[in-house]
């Protein structure tokens, strides 16, 4: 069993800053992309940022010099460093990584519970 585990949000004021961390944990073979969406109210699931194994990145337009993607391949860990908030940030933020199992071929994609993020004005 594979499992991802968010932590890091809360409510902040508008030009604040968040760490997002997520973990993941169980019978891992490896990790290749990992990632960050997010889904606000009424809207759909988007892309935030995405990170390769070989740490290169991608982010959305609307979080580009403001949000940081980072991951810790020995703890199986991505991290979201979110700077100078907007109220139009406030959403679930859930973690995905594409892993493959020990003694299972292929990698599978999965998700994490979801961690609201609120910015205030």
């Known amino acids: 069993q594979v499992q991802l585990v968010e932590s890091g949000g809360g409510l902040v004021q508008a030009g604040g800053s968040l760490r997002l961390s997520c973990a993941a944990s169980?019978?891992?073979?490896?990790?290749?992309?990992m990632g960050w969406y997010r889904q606000a109210p009424g809207k759909q699931r988007e892309l935030v940022a995405l990170?390769?194994?070989?740490?290169?990145?991608n982010y959305a337009d609307s979080v580009k010099g403001r949000f940081t993607i980072s991951r810790d391949n020995a703890k199986n860990t991505v991290y979201l460093q979110m700077n100078s908030l907007k109220p139009e940030d406030t959403a679930v933020y859930y973690c995905n990584a594409n892993i493959a199992k020990r003694y299972s071929p292929g990698y599978y994609s999965y998700w994490g519970q979801g961690t609201q993020v609120t910015v205030s004005s």
């Open positions: 990170i390769a194994s070989s740490s290169s990145t």
């Open positions: 169980g019978s891992i073979f490896n990790i290749n992309t």
